[in-house]
């Protein structure tokens, strides 16, 4: 149970498997032929509308009112690309992802401008043509294969009851005519029938399937978000998580400071005023020294908390290098953990950082939710990327829960807005009862 997790609003999903042997009853083979025949009603309008759009939009064009009522036209295709999207998800096993729409000035004007310029919106008027063509073959074929497949393994049922015909031998016959011989005799109807049961189990699922392959392609190429598109929700996204991560991280480093450091601060001035005070006074040096005593006690532990506090933003120990920062971080573990580091270059700092937070986030996810008696940590570099692999032996079922509704997320959601903010990819491989494997790929990034 392998799932890659992607930027929102782009979805990968594997074309459904032909298998030769269990093709006939598969239900992919006839959700696809569902597509088929669901869909051409579909591209019959589509192809209405394509006419319509033309007809009316080539004459009137020349005027202002023709481009407003053209846009108006054009705009129509969402609609049928979107149903067809919608029919891909359910019956080819092909979500699609909408290409954005293009944004557009206040007004009629800039409305008109924004459609007549929407490559998205042209590639989906396209479609009314070509997806008509294409599920008007897929349909014709794939129903006259099935349709012929059946007639033919039914035959020896049906043709006593064709019309009685003179063959060339001069005889009365009924029944089915192949290449001039008629099917009326055991052996022929036994061999017609043998033909049909090879075409219904074998010809006819291979078929289907390819058509559906074909409706699949031209599905994501022409009403789909482009690479363009993906690449723009990527940066996107990650642009969106380091701004949510940048602000969650400053806003806890002003709770900590104002609920930890700057009220033991604060009880600190008090301290050293009410010692002043005392001097001042001429009162017992004893109390006087209990009370610097106490504020020498409190100014060591605002600066055990400004240390915690530092080491949350930048760990100094990642100052030897990330295998040295993992060494001590797996060290700490309450269960064995081997790690294995190959990088012959050194990660840019950001990613440094990215890399051991994430492992940190990891193993304490296995030893809280895992049940893991061991785990593997392995750090390379492949390419231009750094890899970091972290495996344990637990339970399994790990996966990414949805962030909050502030856009957030927690644990592994948590991660991947880290891994987000550099480019940066999760996947997970957990299935039910484990092993767990789950592996961060981000860029290396410029060395320090």
């Given at each position: 149970?392998?799932?890659?997790?992607?930027?929102?609003?782009?979805?990968?999903?594997?074309?459904?498997?032909?298998?030769?042997?269990?093709?006939?009853?598969?239900?992919?083979?006839?959700?696809?032929?569902?597509?088929?025949?669901?869909?051409?009603?579909?591209?019959?309008?589509?192809?209405?509308?394509?006419?319509?759009?033309?007809?009316?939009?080539?004459?009137?064009?020349?005027?202002?009112?023709?481009?407003?009522?053209?846009?108006?036209?054009?705009?129509?295709?969402?609609?049928?690309?979107?149903?067809?999207?919608?029919?891909?998800?359910?019956?080819?096993?092909?979500?699609?992802?909408?290409?954005?729409?293009?944004?557009?000035?206040?007004?009629?004007?800039?409305?008109?401008?924004?459609?007549?310029?929407?490559?998205?919106?042209?590639?989906?008027?396209?479609?009314?043509?070509?997806?008509?063509?294409?599920?008007?073959?897929?349909?014709?074929?794939?129903?006259?294969?099935?349709?012929?497949?059946?007639?033919?393994?039914?035959?020896?049922?049906?043709?006593?009851?064709l019309p009685e015909q003179v063959g060339n031998d001069g005889l009365p016959h009924r029944g089915a005519q192949v290449l001039g011989v008629f099917v009326d005799t055991t052996p022929l109807q036994?061999?017609?029938?043998?033909?049909?049961?090879?075409?219904?189990?074998?010809v006819w699922p291979a078929v289907n399937h390819g058509l559906g392959a074909l409706q699949r392609v031209v599905v994501r190429s022409m009403l789909g978000a482009t690479a363009r598109d993906r690449?723009?929700?990527?940066?996107?996204?990650?642009?969106?998580?380091?701004?949510?991560?940048?602000?969650?991280?400053?806003?806890?480093?002003?709770?900590?400071?104002?609920?930890?450091?700057?009220?033991?601060?604060?009880?600190?001035?008090?301290?050293?005023g009410d010692a002043r005070d005392r001097l001042q006074t001429g009162q017992d040096a004893a109390d006087v020294e209990a009370l610097v005593a106490r504020a020498h006690t409190s100014t060591k532990?605002?600066?055990?908390?400004?240390?915690?506090?530092?080491?949350?933003?930048?760990?100094?120990?990642?100052?030897?290098?990330?295998?040295?920062?993992?060494?001590?971080?797996?060290?700490?573990?309450?269960?064995?953990?081997?790690?294995?580091?190959?990088?012959?270059?050194?990660?840019?700092?950001?990613?440094?950082?990215?890399?051991?937070?994430?492992?940190?986030?990891?193993?304490?996810?296995?030893?809280?939710?895992?049940?893991?008696?061991?785990?593997?940590?392995?750090?390379?570099?492949?390419?231009?990327?750094?890899?970091?692999?972290?495996?344990?032996?637990?339970?399994?079922?790990?996966?990414?829960?949805?962030?909050?509704?502030?856009?957030?997320?927690?644990?592994?959601?948590?991660?991947?807005?880290?891994?987000?903010?550099?480019?940066?990819?999760?996947?997970?491989?957990?299935?039910?009862?484990?092993?767990?494997?789950?592996?961060?790929?981000?860029?290396?990034?410029?060395?320090?």
């Amino acid at each position: 149970m392998s799932r890659a997790v992607p930027a929102p609003a782009v979805t990968h999903v594997a074309a459904p498997r032909f298998r030769p042997v269990r093709a006939l009853v598969d239900g992919a083979t006839w959700r696809q032929f569902a597509f088929h025949l669901a869909h051409l009603p579909i591209a019959v309008g589509a192809v209405t509308w394509f006419t319509l759009t033309l007809s009316a939009g080539i004459p009137l064009g020349v005027t202002w009112i023709g481009l407003v009522v053209s846009a108006f036209l054009l705009g129509g295709s969402r609609w049928f690309a979107a149903v067809t999207r919608r029919m891909s998800a359910a019956l080819l096993g092909q979500p699609v992802s909408a290409p954005p729409r293009r944004p557009h000035r206040p007004g009629v004007v800039g409305w008109v401008t924004a459609h007549l310029r929407d490559a998205g919106l042209w590639r989906a008027f396209a479609y009314l043509l070509v997806g008509f063509v294409v599920t008007t073959v897929a349909a014709a074929v794939s129903l006259a294969v099935l349709l012929t497949a059946l007639g033919a393994l039914t035959h020896s049922v049906w043709g006593r009851y064709l019309p009685e015909q003179v063959g060339n031998d001069g005889l009365p016959h009924r029944g089915a005519q192949v290449l001039g011989v008629f099917v009326d005799t055991t052996p022929l109807q036994l061999a017609f029938a043998a033909l049909g049961l090879v075409l219904l189990v074998a010809v006819w699922p291979a078929v289907n399937h390819g058509l559906g392959a074909l409706q699949r392609v031209v599905v994501r190429s022409m009403l789909g978000a482009t690479a363009r598109d993906r690449r723009l929700a990527e940066v996107t996204a990650s642009r969106d998580a380091a701004v949510v991560d940048a602000d969650a991280t400053l806003r806890r480093i002003e709770r900590e400071l104002h609920d930890g450091t700057q009220a033991r601060l604060v009880g600190l001035a008090m301290t050293l005023g009410d010692a002043r005070d005392r001097l001042q006074t001429g009162q017992d040096a004893a109390d006087v020294e209990a009370l610097v005593a106490r504020a020498h006690t409190s100014t060591k532990e605002a600066l055990v908390e400004l240390r915690a506090l530092a080491r949350g933003i930048h760990p100094p120990v990642l100052d030897a290098g990330l295998e040295a920062a993992l060494t001590s971080a797996c060290a700490r573990t309450p269960f064995p953990v081997r790690l294995t580091v190959d990088l012959p270059e050194r990660p840019s700092t950001v990613v440094e950082g990215v890399a051991y937070f994430g492992v940190l986030e990891l193993l304490t996810n296995v030893s809280k939710h895992a049940e893991a008696a061991t785990a593997t940590v392995d750090v390379r570099q492949v390419g231009t990327e750094l890899v970091v692999t972290v495996t344990d032996d637990g339970r399994g079922g790990a996966h990414v829960a949805l962030g909050t509704d502030g856009g957030h997320g927690t644990g592994l959601a948590g991660l991947l807005e880290r891994l987000r903010a550099v480019d940066g990819r999760l996947d997970v491989d957990s299935p039910t009862g484990g092993p767990t494997t789950v592996r961060m790929t981000m860029p290396l990034g410029a060395a320090r």
